[in-house]
C-alpha cells in the first residue's frame, strides 16, 4: 500500500515537471519531459526502483484502457471513413510494415554483426 | 433511457466504470482464449460504439464523461520511463545504431505517408494525421494539433497502426527472418507504439524493453523532426 502511494506521487511529481517544463521551454509535449525525468530520477536512484515496480508494471500492462474513449471517436467520421476508410486502412498498412520491416531488418543485421565481431574477437585471444 | 436527467458525475462514474469492465470482460477473453486477435481494446471499442449509437448518446458526451480516463494517457506515458530505465544499460552499448535506425524510420514513415495520403486521398489535414499514426497517443495528438491535422483521425490512425504491428508484427517478422526479441521489439515500438508495446510484452522482457525504448525515442524524434518535415513535404509537393 505504501508502495503505491508513493508510485503515484512520484508519477504526479514527474507529470508536474513535466508540464513545467513544457510551459517554461516548449518543443516537445509535456508527457515526454515528464518521461524523461522519471527516467533520470531512477537512474540516478532519487527515486527507488524497488518501490515502485510492482504499480508501475500493473499501470504499464493496463494502460491501454486509457485509449479507448479516443479510439470510440471514430464515430464521428462516418462520412470521411465510407469515402476514404479503404484507402485510409491501406495507406496505415503500407506504411507501418515499411517501417517495421526496415527497423527490424537493420537491426537484425547490426546484432548479427557486432555478435560476431565478438565472437571472432574472443576467437582470436 | 434517461441519460439527460442524470447528474454529470454519476454519468460519468457509470461510464467510466462500464468502460472498465467492458475491457476487463475481453482483457479476461484474451487471457483464456490466447487469441492475439480478440484484442481487448478493438473489442471495447467496437462493443462501445455500438452501445453509444444504440443509446442515441453523443461522442461528445461520452468522451467528456470518461475524460479522466482519456487524462491518465499523460502519466501513462511518464510510467513507460521505467522500462526505459530498466534498458539504459543496453542504450549504452547500442545507442548509436538504435537512434540512427529510428531516426531513418522516421524520415521513411513521414515522407511516404503523406505522399501515399496526397495521391490517394489529396485532403492535406488527413496527410498531416496519418504521418503521425507511428507515434504514442498523447504525443501523436499534441503534434496533430500544432500541425493543423485532424485530432480524430490521428486517434484512429494511431489504434490502427498499433493493432497491425500487434497483431501481424510478430509474425510478418519471424516470415522476414527477424527473429531475435531485441528486433522484434524494436521494430514494433517504432512502428506500433504502445498498443504494439503492450501486445509483446507478454512474449518476453526483451521485447518489452526494447519496444517501450523504440516507442519513446521514436516519439522525441518525431516531436522534433516533424514541425520541419511536414511542412517541408508541402512545400516540395505544391
Known sequence: MKNTIYSILAITGCVIIGKLTAYLIGGLPSSLYGLICFTLLLHFKILSADRIKLSIEWAIKNMSVCFIPAGVGIIEHFELIQKHGLAIVFIIFISTFILLTIVGLLFERTMDKQNNVHITNRSTL | MYIDQLPSVALSIILIVSTVCIY??????????????????????????????YIDMSFQQYFESTRPLTNLIEPAVVALGF????????????WKVILLLLTLGVFIVIPVSILLTVSLIAIPEIAVSLSLKSVTTPIGIALTDALNGNSAITAFAIILAGFFGALLGPSWLNFINVKSAEAQGLAIGAASHALGTATISKISYEHSAYGSLALILSAVITAVVSPFLIPFMFFCLN
Open chain 2, 24 to 53: 476487463q470482460v475481453f482483457t479476461k477473453l484474451q487471457v483464456k482464449s490466447k487469441a492475439i486477435w480478440l484484442n481487448p481494446l478493438l473489442l471495447s471499442i467496437f462493443v462501445i460504439a455500438l452501445f453509444i449509437l
Open chain 2, 83 to 94: 522500462p526505459l530505465y530498466q534498458q539504459l544499460h543496453t542504450i549504452k552499448r547500442q
